[in-house]
Structures are given as structure tokens and as C-alpha cells.
């Protein structure tokens, strides 16, 4: 009996094994299958482009003529002083507005400016609003136009700047530091003010491209568009 049975258990435990492997050949056969599936629902990746050859402007080194070019501090109330940076557009104050000058100098050791055709103006150890003055005269002397010139100071050492010139009470043109948020009453607010006593409102925004007029700040408030190196001038009899 002993000897039956024995014999009869053989054949199960065969049978068992048997369909132990089979049922691992189907998983393995299921998970072939998925990952395959997976391959062909995945999407192929666009390759990122190469940016090693693509140039960075880093702040702090826009304005800058050249790696021997220092940074200096700048105060827009201060004398200007060899190794300042400056970036100007110079135009006829006309309706042409015909550009005679733009870029970017430094001011010398011997404290001139080179502008090119422009001429090379002294202009170290003067205010800015006098060296706008000096640069304007320099176009002229040098040829280069008859008609009155602007020149717009677009930013100095990496400073944007705005001017704010005609009937103010300092009785100069002021510079100021230029930022998107300045609305035209706060920069004459900044800078003093109209003269004592004037009972004129108008102004005029003069920038790189060309000039508009308001009747007044709150009409400029509404619709005037500030930018580095524009001129805002204080009508002195409007």
C-alpha cells in the first residue's frame, strides 16, 4: 500500500512543478510585453540646445568699453571722474532727429571723452548737466551739425538715468536714477520742482526717438512713457 501511493504522488508533484513554470513563463511573457508597450507610449525627447557659444550680459557689466574698463562709483550729483562709463545718444534737436552719435566712452585719465567724429571733449571733474553742455558744443565744433543738439544720457556705469531740465527751481537740469515705476510728477517732484512763482504747466518728453508735449503733469501721468536717457523739460512760458 505503502508503495501505491508513494507511486501516485510522484505525477502531482511533477504536474505542480510543471505549472509552476508555466505560470512564471506568463509573467515573465506579460512584463516583455509591458515594457515594450512602454517604449512605444513614451515620447522622444528633443535634445536641449548647446549654450556654451551663447554670450551672457551680466549685470554690473553693460556699460563697459573694454576689460581694462574700471568701475568707478557714481553719484548723479557728483563731478564726473576719470573712468566713468557713459552711454549717450546725441541727436539734432530737430524734428529729423538725426542721430549724430551713440554708444558707449570712457572718460579718460586726462579727463576727455572720445566721441568720434564727434570730437574728445573735456569733461571730467564737471557735473553731468555741464557735460551734457560741453558734449553738445563739441558736435557742433566739430562739424558735425549747425542745428542745437541733445544729448540723451542714457546711463552712466550701469545707472540708468532721467533728465529733468527747463523751469525747475535748482535752476540746472537734474539727473536722475531711472526706474520703470517713475511717473513724470514724481521726477520733477525729485527734482526740485518748478521755479518760485511760475505759473507755467506744460512740458515736453524728448527721447532717443522723438518729442511730445502735454499741457500738464497730470496729462503726462496718463499717458507719458518714461525711459533711461529720456528729457523731460519744464515749459517756462506754456
Known sequence: MMAGRGACAFPTMKFRFALILRLLALMV???LCACDTLKKVTPSLPKLPDLTSVKRLLPGHLDQV???????AFDPRAPLQPGHTLRLLVRE???????LWSGISVIQQDGTLDLGKGGTPKIGGLTLDRAVTVIGSSFRVAGRTSSPVLVH???VENQPLLAVAGDLAAGHTVYLPFSDELTPSQAVAYAGGRRAGSTS???YLATPKDERYYRDLRAADLSAKLQAGAI???AAHL
Open 29 to 31: 511573457s506579460i512584463g
Open 66 to 72: 573694454d576689460a581694462q574698463d574700471p568701475n568707478i
Open 93 to 99: 534737436d530737430l524734428r529729423s532727429a538725426r542721430e
Open 153 to 155: 544720457v542714457i546711463s
Open 201 to 203: 504747466r506744460a512740458l
Open 232 to 234: 523731460l523739460e519744464l
